[in-house]
T-cell receptor, first 113, second 120 residues
Framework: GESVGLHLPTLSVQEGDNSIINCAYS??????FIWYKQESGKGPQFIID?????DKRQGQRVTVLLNKTVKHLSLQIAATQPGDSAVYFC????????????FGTGTSLTVIP | GAVVSQHPSRVICKSGTSVKIECRSL??????MFWYRQFPKQSLMLMAT?????????EQGVEKDKFLINHASLTLSTLTVTSAHPEDSSFYIC????????????????FGSGTQLSVL
């Protein structure tokens, strides 16, 4: 299957600092990506998405950057808060496999008060 | 936003029994539902994709006779783990995409809250 991987499995940041979570994907034909947040024992929550015709998209305290040249996307969280502690996944939409979404390994973010 | 309800949230059963997990789209019609499995500290693994009124498409390595999926209506999909064994213990998550009010919910996936299955 397709590979969607994250560079770092864990990340610890001080409260108030900015967080950057990275994701690499391998299918250059993919044109839609989503970042999800998953808290322990719960289902993933949608954070932000981006299409391949964009390089950057901003939400509330979050920004997603897409670099199609190197097949890399990142999630930036501004002024990280304790409530941001969770596992973050990037998901790649593979149109040529019937619109399934495949998830990366996940990065566990811990915010230190 | 669209809501997906998954039930039960937790189930403990004896080895050999079958367990059914329900996934409902509450405010939209889910033309496609996905079932994922997740082990502790690991990512979501897609098990199967189900379209309303048709047979589910299983990912390679997933036993269709073991994990029975039914998507009989636009708001309900079920996953039945047949003759469950301890190795089936896992966190199962459903997700759905579809249309609300005649408009597509874009391509976002809306997830259920997951079901923790523990087989003794």
């Amino acid at each position: 299957g397709e590979s969607v991987g994250l560079h770092l499995p864990t990340l610890s940041v001080q409260e108030g600092d900015n967080s950057i979570i990275n994701c690499a994907y391998s299918n250059s034909a993919s044109d839609y990506f989503i970042w999800y947040k998953q808290e322990s024992g719960k289902g993933p929550q949608f954070i932000i998405d981006i299409r391949s015709n964009m390089d950057k998209r901003q939400g509330q305290r979050v920004t997603v950057l897409l670099n199609k040249t190197v097949k890399h996307l990142s999630l930036q969280i501004a002024a990280t808060q304790p409530g941001d502690s969770a596992v973050y996944f990037c998901a790649e939409n593979l149109r040529n496999t019937g619109n399934q979404f495949y998830f990366g390994t996940g990065t566990s973010l811990t915010v230190i008060p | 936003g669209a809501v997906v309800s998954q039930h039960p949230s937790r189930v403990i059963c004896k080895s050999g029994t079958s367990v059914k997990i329900e996934c409902r789209s509450l405010d939209f019609q889910a033309t496609t539902m996905f079932w994922y499995r997740q082990f502790p500290k690991q990512s979501l693994m897609l098990m199967a994709t189900s379209n309303e009124g048709s047979k589910a498409t299983y990912e390679q390595g997933v036993e269709k006779d073991k994990f029975l999926i039914n998507h009989a209506s636009l708001t309900l999909s079920t996953l039945t783990v047949t003759s469950a064994h301890p190795e089936d213990s896992s966190f199962y998550i459903c997700s759905a995409r579809g249309r609300t009010g005649g408009k597509a919910t874009n391509e976002k996936l809306f997830f259920g809250s997951g079901t923790q299955l523990s087989v003794l």
